[in-house]
């Protein structure tokens, strides 16, 4: 039994809706990109890291792979071939701009040359996808703003929303109301990293300040006032276990998985970083039918919540429907 639903999960269409591009570049790409191969300690993280901290330290190498236009090109195009072959349909990919951007590079450029690479890809797979702009929370907030500024140029032309990210516990979110109340006024769709370092209060800053969705959204766990307001406001959970269990975000004894569907929130299933972690869709889906106890109905039921809160338009969505 077990063995036949192993087997019907890696035939099982997919979404990613939370997937980083730095911590998701193949082995292959670096080395291509670099000019030397690149052992896996180098990139992956421990199975139980220290912290948040430690887990995002794996992404210097890949950092430097992606300073030019070529090597985002071949990151995002390699990418999306390497998501295709587990049957992935639809994928949102985030990455933070201003992190490739230089006195040779402007943002851009650094835009264009990711969307390049991926329509390149597209040719070759079947995979539909789309493009999330992160702001880091160690940025200046001004250099945030003109990059949502630049990003809003690509809307609907394969770029679909924004995002938060880096250090929460450092830069908690109250500190980014202001740049998320302009990036409401520029129109853009925006998801928010919050809830992954402890403090329930990041997650509804973010609902607040008009996140459609939470990154990880952990620290909702044991907080049923917090979960009924994301439950009113729709506001999809874009959990990523086997992450959450490496940044100890959550234990492997308690993560909320069962708790968050059992309140009824929009959860979905994700890999954030498929290298740095060392995992992919398929992998995610056997960990929580194996150690959570998720059926294989409500795996389906996470797609279905996926395709809800997707930045994906009308018509992608009711493709992606169907198949579930």
């Not at 997919?14 to 790409?29: A, P, R, V, Y």
């Not at 539909?128 to 809003?152: F, G, P, Q």
């Amino acid at each position: 039994m077990k063995e036949r639903l192993t087997d019907r999960i890696k035939a099982m269409p997919k979404i990613d809706l939370h997937c980083h591009l730095d911590g998701s570049m193949t082995l292959e790409s670096v080395e291509r990109i670099l000019g030397r191969r690149a052992g896996a300690e180098e990139l992956q993280v421990r199975e139980r890291c220290r912290d948040l901290a430690e887990y995002l330290d794996r992404f210097r190498l890949p950092l430097q792979c992606i300073q030019t236009e070529a090597g985002l090109r071949t990151a995002a195009r390699e990418f999306l071939l390497d998501v295709a072959g587990e049957n992935i349909r639809y994928i949102e990919v985030r990455f933070a701009p201003l992190s490739s951007v230089h006195e040779g590079l402007d943002c851009r450029k650094v835009v264009e040359a990711v969307l390049d690479g991926l329509r390149e890809a597209e040719d070759r797979c079947r995979v539909a996808w789309n493009v999330i702009a992160c702001a880091m929370r160690h940025h200046k907030k001004e250099d945030s703003l003109a990059m949502m500024k630049i990003c809003r140029e690509y809307l609907g032309n394969g770029l679909c929303a924004v995002d938060l990210a880096g250090d929460e516990a450092s830069f908690p979110m109250k500190d980014f109301r202001d740049l998320f109340s302009e990036a409401g006024k520029l129109g853009i769709p925006f998801t928010i990293h919050a809830g992954e370092c402890g403090r329930v209060e990041n997650v509804l800053e973010a609902v607040a300040c008009g996140a459609a969705r939470i990154g990880h959204g952990i620290a909702l766990k044991g907080h049923p006032r917090a979960q009924r307001i994301c439950v009113d406001g729709r506001i999809g959970l874009e959990l990523c276990p086997t992450s959450n269990l490496q940044t100890r975000a959550a234990d492997k004894d308690g993560y909320p998985i069962r708790e968050f569907l059992d309140a009824g929130l929009l959860v979905t299933l994700n890999t954030d970083n498929r290298t740095v972690s060392n995992t992919n869709m398929t992998g995610e889906m056997e960990l929580v039918t194996q150690e959570y106890g998720i059926t294989e109905e409500e795996l389906l039921q996470l797609c279905r919540n996926a395709v809800e809160v997707s930045f994906a338009g009308d018509q992608v969505k009711h493709r992606l429907l169907s198949l579930f």
